[in-house]
Every structure is written in C-alpha cells, then in structure tokens.
C-alpha cells in the first residue's frame, strides 16, 4: 500500500511558477507509475502529467511546454513545476500512484489570480 501527501500549492499571479511535491510512503516506490491529477470545481478529474517506473513521461495538451514532471525514487518524492501559470490552472491537485490498484493523495489547492 502507498500513502501520498502533497505540498506546494497556493496563490500566485498569472505567468508565475509553482512546484508541487508529493511524498510516499512504502516500499517499491520505483515500481509506480506515478501521476498528477487535477479537478477544478464543476468539472471532472483531469490527468496533468505522468511519469513511468522508467521516467517515460507524458502530458495533457493543455500544459505541455509549461509544466514538467519528475520523480526521485531514492527519496520517494515526485515533483511537478509548473511555470507560466494561468487562471486555468485553478484547481485541487492531486498525487496518484498506480501498480495494480490507484491511490491518491488528499490533494493541494492552486490558485492563479491576480
């Protein structure tokens, strides 16, 4: 089982940057395939980014060339920095792992308003 906890949201102005992280518990982290998701309110879960146990990565079109993926597996951590931030990124991210079955962090809030 893995536990995901997410940090690094907030408030920022438009065209700012801010970087996520999340940590996990448990072992055989490398063996994840690891995600960041995001809901804004009224809409649907999203996938932003993922990144595989081999460090393939992909990304929603939406932030391609402005967010960017990463992952530390001797620390357990996964990172995504997000630059160029507009005010539809507003939204509740969230960690994911995935082997065989999902798990999910709580979430963090990012705001991008002036």
């Known amino acids: 089982q893995v536990q995901l906890v997410e940090s690094g949201g907030g408030l920022v102005q438009p065209g700012g940057s801010l970087r996520l992280s999340c940590a996990a518990s448990?072992?055989?982290?490398?063996?994840?395939?690891m995600g960041w998701y995001r809901q804004a309110p009224g809409k649907q879960r999203e996938l932003v980014a993922g990144i595989t146990s081999g460090g393939s990565t992909n990304y929603a079109d939406s932030v391609k060339g402005r967010f960017t993926i990463s992952r530390d597996n001797a620390k357990k951590m996964v990172y995504l920095q997000m630059n160029s931030l507009k005010p539809e990124d507003t939204a509740v991210y969230y960690c994911n792992a995935r082997l065989t079955l999902h798990y999910w962090g709580q979430g963090t809030q990012v705001t991008v308003s002036s």
């Open positions: 448990g072992s055989i982290f490398s063996l994840y395939a």
